[in-house]
C-alpha cells in the first residue's frame, strides 16, 4: 500500500523558514519523481515544485524560484521542499505526491498524494 506523510509543517513568521518532509512507502521510491503542490482556501491546488528520481533535475513554480529547494534522499524514501523567505501569501495546506513516469506541474498528471501539511505565515 502506497503511503505519503508529509510533516514539517506550522507556524511561521513573514522572512522565516521551513523545512518540509515527505516519507514514501509501499513502492519503489527511488524510481518515482516527486512533486509538492499546495492548496489554500478557496483556491485550486497549484504546483510547487518538482524532482526526478534521481535528484539530477528540478522544475519550480515562478513563485517558489530563488526560495524554494526541492531534494530527495532515495537511501531515506523521503523528499524534502525547503523554504526560505516565506511570506504570508505562502499559507496553504502542501502536498507531496508521486508521479511513475517525468516531471510534471499538473496535479492530474501524479499517481499517488499524501495527506498534507499546514504551513501558515504571519505578518
Known amino acids: 500500500q502506497v503511503q505519503l506523510v508529509e510533516s514539517g509543517g506550522g507556524l511561521v513568521q513573514a522572512g522565516g523558514s521551513l523545512r518540509l518532509s515527505c516519507a514514501a512507502s509501499g513502492y519503489t521510491f527511488s524510481t518515482y519523481p516527486m512533486g509538492w503542490f499546495r492548496q489554500a482556501p478557496g483556491r485550486e491546488r497549484e504546483f510547487v515544485a518538482a524532482i526526478t528520481s534521481s535528484g539530477a533535475s528540478t522544475r519550480y513554480a515562478d513563485s517558489a524560484k530563488g526560495r524554494f529547494t526541492i531534494s530527495r534522499d532515495n537511501a531515506k524514501n523521503t523528499v524534502y521542499l525547503q523554504m526560505y523567505s516565506l511570506k504570508p501569501e505562502d499559507t496553504a495546506v502542501y502536498y507531496c505526491?508521486?508521479?511513475?513516469?517525468?516531471?510534471?506541474?499538473?496535479?492530474?498528471?501524479?499517481?499517488?498524494w499524501g495527506q498534507g501539511t499546514q504551513v501558515t505565515v504571519s505578518s
Open positions: 505526491a508521486a508521479r511513475a513516469i517525468g516531471l510534471a506541474t499538473l496535479a492530474s498528471l501524479y499517481n499517488y
